[in-house]
């Protein structure tokens, strides 16, 4: 058998070159499909250039292909076909690249485009024939229409190539894969002229007739193999994406139900008509209903009633494409309640929302959590009453009111509670706070708002007028003339109360609350049990109160206090036995300030601590001059304070005074009250033992005052009892006092103590006195408090 290329009469090297140039011209036509983007700048005018270059290639390709079976010689007949060619081919070419790049594609439009591309190669094709081969031309009928239906074919795999290898990113970047769409369009397109010979010329122009083999049949088994080719290429790598596309849904499938399933929140689906298609094992356990039974319900069934109605509206509009997240209560299977924070997004299938899908996190613990955080922000947790955070909030919300009204802030303390904390422990004065919290409830039944701002101190927010205030006040003093109940022990408190009123006494928060406080102080000044409006002049009251305060800190340093001395003296021996030390704050701007004014100052800054070292080494010294002057073993009382007492240096700090001045402990007596000495009582007895192992005298003072017992009174290692000037005072006129005081002397006398009676003023309390055989006395009878230079005179005056 002959080689396939004898069955053709033909210039092979004009087809080569034809096959060369087409090769070429569809690679360029691919590249311009895949690089091209229809809606970038200056697209339109590239695709048109591109089509012209498509147009003269696919010309010079047909002339070639003309050439290679039969040269002519004329030049009309070369500009001629030249023009047909290149107009028609340029035209198809610019629909072929406008329509492909257009990315939608219909089934229409690529029947059109098409017919469209087939009828113009047919025509410049047929027409290149009748040109060229005019003299030869000879219809065959039946190779004909099978030449047009071969163009037909090619055409469509053509545009059908074009338009997948446009689509698809994956084969836009494969390089060999537009190569081989390029090899095979070209070799079909460079096939179809000789195609077309069969039908419209003489067979023996371009074949050899006498072989046995039909050299029709191998021209169309090319083309048809090329057609294939653009058929099985994007076929082939379209089946292997679908199948890599299906592997990855499958893991994706896979993926989705492992996040699903497995999901820590409780995930779920829902149709249009609010029903669940799918569950999660963690919605089962939220809920306590079993997959099963959850996808028979809708979503509502297991919404609490409260919010059902938000619940619905959130899912129709998550219906509507919206995303949300939304907090509500759902009811459990065992109709308990739970905290969930859902999203919702809507389920698109198709550009349709066909449901909504849920993720649900359980947040119950964490709101609770919150609600105790927010409650251990706004309340006392000793008495559960607001405290002074909510107080502060409630009170600037009714001052940011449009137009508040007028209300009141009423500030309560209670009177010596420091003392129950003193005596009986810090823990039993905390179950007397939170009783007194809720005897105020009590009493005010829920109307006000009652807070803790802390300590003993309480304040109530009462939005009542003026008179109606001071009933109010009234009222809670009178609810604590009933004694509290604590441990089976009665405690009987009394309570002093400021009040300020808005707008008269402040337009701020802090204004009100300093106005009720000046107001609230001034009832402790002068009474107990007491309430009172504030008024100006208590601002001026507490600024001098102020000013003291700030001047005391100088005080020492600036040696503006002094110490007095009063006399004490034994009336049966007629002579003075010693004398008690006495502070006194000599202010450069307002002269002489009693204790009364600044002592209490001094406890409540600490600067008691460093007044009463000084006092007591001042005392201690001018004693060790009396001594060297009088020949005579006087003693020297110095007071203590409880806060100074509880020192733990101060047995340390009494040793080092005595050895600096270089007096004899037991000319020294130490005065301490009845409280002090019942305050910690074990420490206590502990340090009065060592001040006595010194040597130092003790001496209770303003005895009868306070709560001590005669059992207590045993254990305490003192030297003397001091007698109250409350007693003294009408000791002749008040049998009861008589009593008292009788009773005192008596218990000092079988105790083995020594006894001695302050503010003695009159003859007649003296004598009543030397009566019950109290001889030691003290008082403005014999001398007041004086400087040591007029004590110096009272001894030389020998007035006892």
């Known amino acids: 058998m002959n080689s396939i290329l004898s069955l053709y009469n033909i210039g092979y090297l004009y087809t080569l070159s034809a096959f060369i140039l087409a090769l070429i011209s569809f690679y360029g036509g691919i590249t311009v499909v ?104 000879s219809i065959n009928p039946l190779h004909l229409l099978l030449a047009v239906i071969v163009i037909i074919g090619f055409t469509m795999c053509l545009i059908r190539f074009l338009h997948l290898i446009n689509l698809e990113e994956d084969l836009t970047d494969d390089k060999g894969l537009q190569l081989a769409g390029a090899f095979a369009a070209g070799t079909a397109f460079l096939c179809l002229p000789y195609l077309l010979f069969y039908g419209m010329i003489d067979q023996s122009t371009f074949t050899n007739s006498s072989d046995k083999f039909d050299p029709y049949l191998v021209a169309l088994a090319f083309i048809l193999i090329c057609i294939g080719g653009l058929i099985y290429i994007p076929d082939r790598l379209g089946l292997i994406r679908q199948l890599e596309q299906s592997n990855r849904l499958a893991k994706n499938e896979q993926q989705f139900q492992s996040l699903f399933h497995h999901n820590p929140d409780a995930v779920f689906s829902i149709n249009t008509e609010g029903k669940f298609i799918s569950v999660n094992y ?360 409880q806060r100074h007492f509880n020192q733990e240096d101060i047995v340390c700090t009494i040793h080092t005074i005595l050895e600096e001045v270089g007096l004899e402990p037991k000319s020294l007596e130490i005065e301490i009250t009845e409280s002090m000495a019942m305050f910690n009582e074990e420490e206590t007895i502990e340090k009065l033992y060592k001040l006595r192992e010194l040597g130092l005298e003790i001496s209770m003072d303003d005895f009868g005052t306070g709560y001590s017992s005669l059992n207590y009174m045993n254990k305490l290692p003192i030297n003397r009892l001091k007698i109250d000037r409350l007693f003294i005072k009408d000791i002749t006129n008040s049998s009861c006092d008589l009593a008292v005081v009788t009773t005192i002397i008596s218990m000092a006398r079988h105790l083995e103590l020594d006894i001695i009676a302050e503010g003695v003023e009159t003859e007649e309390q003296l004598s009543v006195l030397k009566e019950l055989e109290c001889y030691e006395v003290q008082g403005y009878l014999y001398s007041k408090p004086k400087p040591a230079i007029e004590i110096e005179e009272f001894m030389k005056a020998d007035v006892v």
Request: aromatic residues 10%; proline residues 3%; contains cysteine.
């Open 282 to 641: 963690i919605a089962s356990e939220y809920t306590g209903y079993s997959i099963s039974e959850l996808k028979k319900m809708t979503f509502d069934q297991v919404i609490s009633p409260i919010d059902v109605e938000l619940a619905r509206g959130m899912f129709h509009r998550s219906m509507q494409g919206e995303v949300h997240q939304f907090e509500v209560k759902i009811q459990t299977k065992k109709e308990n309640q739970k905290d969930l924070y859902i999203s919702t997004v809507p389920i698109m299938i198709g550009g349709k929302i066909v449901g909504v899908y849920g993720i649900a996190k359980d947040v119950t613990e964490n709101n609770r959590a919150e609600k105790m955080i927010h409650y251990l922000a706004y309340h006392d947790e000793l008495t559960g009453l607001p405290n002074r955070r909510y107080f502060n909030e409630k009170l600037t919300g009714l001052l940011k009111q449009d137009e508040p009204e007028p209300f009141a802030v009423l500030l309560l303390d209670f009177d010596r509670f420091k003392r129950i904390n003193d005596l009986f422990g810090h823990e039993f004065g905390d179950r007397v706070l939170k009783a007194i919290g809720e005897r105020i409830k009590q009493v005010l039944n829920d109307r006000f708002v009652v807070a803790r701002l802390g300590g003993d101190e309480f304040t109530i927010l009462v939005t009542e007028e003026e008179e109606r205030v001071a009933g109010l006040a009234k009222q809670v003093l009178e609810s604590f003339h009933q004694p509290l109940l604590i441990d089976n022990q009665e405690c009987l408190l009394t309570a002093s109360i400021g009040i300020s009123i808005y707008p008269q006494h402040g337009s701020d928060a802090a204004e009100l609350l300093k106005h009720a406080d000046m107001a609230m102080y001034d009832v402790k000044d002068k009474t107990t049990n007491n309430f009172a409006f504030y008024i100006e002049d208590m601002s001026n009251q507490t600024l001098h109160k102020i000013i003291l305060e700030n001047d005391l800190r100088r005080a020492v340093d600036d040696n503006e206090l002094v110490v007095y001395y009063q006399p004490k003296i034994n009336t049966l021996l007629g002579k003075v036995i010693g004398f008690e030390a006495l502070v006194r704050w000599q202010h450069p701007n307002i002269g002489l300030i009693p204790p009364d004014e600044f002592i209490k100052a001094a406890e409540e800054t600490g600067l008691i601590i460093p007044i009463e070292k000084w006092v007591m080494k001042q005392a201690c010294e001018q004693l060790k001059q009396w001594h060297i002057l009088y020949e005579q073993e006087l003693t020297m009382a110095v007071n203590l304070s």
């Open 34 to 137: 895949v690089n091209t983007k229809i809606d970038s700048k200056g697209a339109n005018q590239w695709i048109i250039l591109k089509s012209i270059m498509m147009g003269v290639s696919f010309y010079l390709i047909n002339l070639l292909v003309n050439l290679s079976v039969s040269p002519v010689t004329s030049f009309k007949i070369y500009l001629l076909h030249a023009i047909i060619l290149i107009t028609l081919s340029s035209l198809n070419s610019y629909m072929i690249f406008k329509n492909i790049l257009q990315k939608a594609l219909k089934h229409r439009s690529h029947l059109r485009i098409g017919m469209s591309l087939a009828t113009g190669i047919l025509v410049a094709f047929s027409t290149g024939n009748l040109v060229y081969f005019s003299d030869v031309i």
